[in-house]
């Protein structure tokens, strides 16, 4: 069993659509749940493992053979959720009343001001 290389393989090279409409049924839920595993949040991990197959059906990488195709996608999808969380580690995970309290903190007129 190839592990769904024969079927990259026809759809990189012979364009056979049918060959990523595979990859897709076959390993779509546990590239989910390996994704969900990294990020944490289900609904993430959904439209990462979606950006790993678009990235599959797009860019039509070459896979080098050394791995198992099931490996190789399973990189490409981890190496999407780090992205993903290095892109959001910058946002603040405070909600936003207490960011709002904060803010007013600093900004009310101190009673020497008065």
Same mark, same amino acid.
């Given at each position: 069993?190839?592990? +769904?290389?024969g079927?990259?393989?026809?759809f990189?090279d012979e364009?056979?659509?049918? +060959?990523?409409?595979?990859?897709i049924?076959?390993?779509?839920? +546990?590239?989910? =749940? !390996? /994704? ?7 609904h ?5 493992a979606?950006? @790993?197959?678009?990235?599959?059906? %797009? ?14 996608? !399973? %990189?490409?999808?981890?190496n999407k959720? /780090?992205? !993903? =969380? ?13 960011? @709002?309290? @904060?803010?007013l =903190?600093? @900004?009310?007129?101190s009673?020497?001001?008065s």
């Amino acid at each position: 069993m190839d592990n +769904g290389a024969g079927s990259y393989r026809r759809f990189r090279d012979e364009g056979d659509e049918n +060959g990523l409409a595979e990859i897709i049924r076959d390993h779509s839920d +546990g590239l989910i =749940l !390996y /994704i969900n595993s990294i990020v944490g949040n289900i609904h993430t991990a959904e439209d990462l493992a979606e950006d @790993t197959f678009v990235f599959l059906g %797009t860019k039509k990488p070459k896979d080098n053979g050394k791995a198992s195709f099931r490996t190789w996608l !399973y %990189t490409i999808g981890r190496n999407k959720a /780090i992205d !993903y =969380l290095r892109r959001n580690s910058k946002r603040s995970e405070l909600p936003i009343d207490s960011v @709002t309290e @904060t803010c007013l =903190l600093y @900004t009310s007129p101190s009673p020497r001001d008065s």
